[in-house]
Structures are given as C-alpha cells and as structure tokens.
Nanobody, 122 residues
Framework: QVTLVESGGELVQAGGSLRLSCEASGRTFSSYAMGWFRQAPGKERELVAAISSGGSTYYADSVKGRFTISRDNAKNTVYLQMNSLKPEDTAVYYC????????????????WGRGTQVTVSS
C-alpha cells in the first residue's frame, strides 16, 4: 500500500512558476513509476509527465520544454517543476504510482493522491 500526498498548488500569474511535490509512504517507492496527471473542469484527466523507476521521463506535448519531472528516492518524493505557466495549465494536479515502467494511461496507475489545485491567472 502506498499513500500519496501532493502539495505546492496555488494561484499564480501567467508566466510564473510553481513546484509541485508528492510525498509517498512506504519503503518501495523507488520501484514505482510515478506520474503527474491533471484534470480541468469538464475535461478528461490527462497525463502531464511521468518518470520511471530508472529515471526515464515522458512529457505531454503541451508541457514539453516548460515542465520537468524528477524524483528523490531517498525522500520518497516526486516533483513537478512548472515554468512559463499558462492559463490553460489551470487544473487539479494528481500524483499517481504505477508498477509499469512505461505507464501512460490512467488505468495503469494504482495509487493516487487527492490532488492539488493549480490556478494560472491571465
């Protein structure tokens, strides 16, 4: 069992930056692939970025060059650094864990946090 707790979401102006954190419980964090999803009102949940247990990363086209995912296994934490934020980045951001290295679909993720709200004003 893994419990995930996100933090770092807040209101920010367009062009600004935020760093989201997701702290995991349990001693097997390093073996999981981790992903950041987001869901805006009226839209489907989408994968923003993912990082495998080995450190390989994936980014959605909409955030490439602006967002960076990283992990610190010693701290059981995964981060999402978000730069050059746009109003369309406004959403609830969720952290999730998967046993599959190349997980890209939300169905592949078995543990989820409760989310943190990111609001980008224009």
């Amino acid at each position: 069992q893994v419990t995930l707790v996100e933090s770092g979401g807040e209101l920010v102006q367009a062009g600004g930056s935020l760093r989201l954190s997701c702290e995991a419980s349990g001693r097997t964090f390093s073996s999981y692939a981790m992903g950041w999803f987001r869901q805006a009102p009226g839209k489907e949940r989408e994968l923003v970025a993912a990082i495998s247990s080995g450190g390989s990363t994936y980014y959605a086209d909409s955030v490439k060059g602006r967002f960076t995912i990283s992990r610190d296994n010693a701290k059981n934490t995964v981060y999402l650094q978000m730069n050059s934020l746009k109003p369309e980045d406004t959403a609830v951001y969720y952290c999730a864990a998967s046993r599959f290295s190349g997980a890209r679909q939300w169905e592949d993720y078995i543990y989820w946090g409760r989310g943190t709200q990111v609001t980008v004003s224009s």
